[in-house]
């Protein structure tokens, strides 16, 4: 995969944007963080090669798309606190419409928070890393809010790494809220922990239609006596 702005502006292109904003943590963009953006109200934002040391980015509620450069340069990283690094929807609310691509979310330090919190429709996560490398809690995507539909949540091509200490929670857990729609899908991801005892967890606290896990690489070293690659709870949280 290509680092260059050509790249960038390839993808731009493929979504039949007329305008984005460039992030570019030197100053050579529009914008040198990505709270600066969202603030802003940009709907359509190009990530250049840098770590940002951000969390709590809350996500427009009509939908936004974040392209990085390439995930294994471009790195939004928490270091400390409890809150999530992206959030989408907050309170009751539910939001939709949201895409990220090539994009490494990282929680590191005295973090605690998620790296994804979703709540809404239309969530679409490709080629994005998401790594773990400290205690805390073992959610790394998740869909806490009790309201959320949850149609149409993709996560495809993705890597998701942890070497934290989950006890019996999941590398992956989504709470399924009335999946009546589209489906949940999870594909051709790399999924890996040391301290896990579970790869996938998905608990349901509504209707369970339409979930995919097709195609996916669960890798867990761990000295605890149970061990599952994919966990499904059919009760509510």
């Known amino acids: 995969m290509a680092s260059t702005t050509d790249y960038l502006l390839t993808e731009v292109a493929q979504f039949g944007k007329q305008t984005y904003a460039v992030v ?3 100053g050579s ?4 963080t990505i709270a600066s953006a969202l603030s802003a109200g940009e709907k359509f934002i190009l990530i250049k090669a840098g770590t940002y040391v951000e969390s ?18 471009c790195i939004i990283n928490v270091t400390s606190g409890s809150l999530s690094i992206i959030n989408i929807g907050a309170g009751s609310s539910s939001d939709n419409d949201h895409t990220f691509m090539y994009l490494t979310l990282r929680r590191s330090g ?5 790296l994804l919190s979703s709540n809404g429709s239309n969530i679409l996560v ?33 890597k998701l790494i942890s070497t934290t200490e989950f006890g019996a929670q999941a590398v992956i857990m989504m709470n399924l ?3 009546d729609g589209e489906a949940i899908i999870i594909e051709n991801c790399e999924i890996s922990s040391t301290k896990a005892v579970i790869g996938i967890s998905l608990s349901a606290g509504g209707d ?17 006596a149970v061990k599952n690659g994919i966990y499904c709870s059919t009760g509510s949280l």
């Open 24 to 26: 570019e943590a030197g």
């Open 29 to 32: 963009g529009d914008y040198t």
């Open 56 to 73: 709590n980015l809350q996500m427009p509620s009509d939908g936004c798309t974040m392209i990085g450069e390439n995930p294994d340069t």
């Open 110 to 114: 005295t973090a605690t928070g998620r």
């Open 126 to 158: 490709y080629y994005c890393r998401f790594e773990a490398t400290n205690s805390g809690t073992g959610q790394e995507m998740a869909n806490w809010q009790p309201n959320a539909s949850d149609t149409n949540w993709r996560l495809s091509n993705c």
């Open 177 to 179: 809220n009335n999946n």
């Open 208 to 224: 369970r239609n339409n979930v995919h896990i097709i195609n996916n690489k669960i890798t867990l070293l761990t000295d605890t």
